[in-house]
């Protein structure tokens, strides 16, 4: 496609429940990345995804939080058992190849745990 | 592990004043710098970046940056700022591993 895109763009959901948060990178772009943006906050590295490489994980802030990436392409976040904290926008980024390139962000989704 | 400071939270300055933003960093080996910019209800864009050459680049919009080795920082800088700047800006260095790591942004406020 051409940009990164992310669905939903809004999701309000109760507390306890389990949420899953899309993201279609750029076509062609091997690097993926999860960021959450919380009210005041600058955006928390999540996870980095890198063609078939193991994920760079040490940002999931815990383990209700997890992600994968299918066919090097379309990644999912999934929240479990969310809570309020969680609430935030969640940014998906890609990127193309090794080396120093620049990442492309989506919209966002912005989640709102009740 | 690698971390971006950015020294002011909020900003507000009047059209036509000049715009500074500090960035630091905490890497010791090879970076790779950017400032990017998110307006109001826009997704976040690419203002600059740094990757080799000349330490003075040059983006979008009439903004530049400094790459300062020796003093791990890659300062923003606007000479002249217009009501459309206001925004929050970020600044992000791309360490070995391809980790993306931001600083906590400045959110500026250009008064008209």
């Known amino acids: 496609g051409a940009g990164v895109s992310q669905s939903p763009s809004n999701k309000v959901t109760e507390k306890g429940k389990d949420v899953e948060l899309r993201c279609d990178p750029i076509?062609?772009?091997?690097?993926l990345y999860w960021y959450r943006q919380s009210l005041g906050q600058g955006l928390e590295f999540l996870i980095y995804?890198?063609?078939?490489?193991?994920?760079?994980k040490s940002g999931l802030p815990s383990d209700r939080f997890s992600a994968e990436r299918t066919g090097g392409s379309v990644s999912t976040l999934t929240i479990q058992r969310t809570q309020q904290e969680d609430s935030a926008v969640y940014l998906c980024?890609?990127?193309?190849?090794?080396?120093?390139?620049?990442?492309?962000f989506g919209q966002g989704t912005r989640l709102t745990v009740v | 592990a690698q971390s971006v400071s950015q020294h002011n939270h909020h900003v507000i300055l009047s059209e036509a004043a000049s715009l500074e933003l500090g960035c630091n960093y905490s890497?010791?080996?090879?970076?790779?710098l950017f400032w990017y910019v998110q307006y109001p209800g826009q997704h976040l864009q690419l203002l600059l970046k740094?990757?080799?050459?000349?330490?003075l680049v040059k983006g979008i919009k009439g903004f530049e940056a400094e790459f300062i080795k020796s003093k791990f920082s890659f300062n923003l800088r606007k000479p002249s700022v217009q009501w459309s700047d206001t925004a929050e800006y970020f600044c992000?260095?791309?360490?070995?591993?391809?980790?993306?790591?931001f600083g906590g942004g400045t959110r500026v406020l250009v008064k008209p």
């Open positions: 992000a260095v791309l360490t070995a591993g391809n980790k993306l790591t």
């Open positions: 076509s062609g772009h091997t690097a």
């Open positions: 890497y010791g080996g090879t970076v790779n």
């Open positions: 980024a890609s990127s193309s190849g090794r080396g120093p390139r620049e990442a492309f």
């Open positions: 995804f890198q063609g078939n490489s193991a994920p760079d």
């Open positions: 740094y990757f080799s050459g000349d330490p």
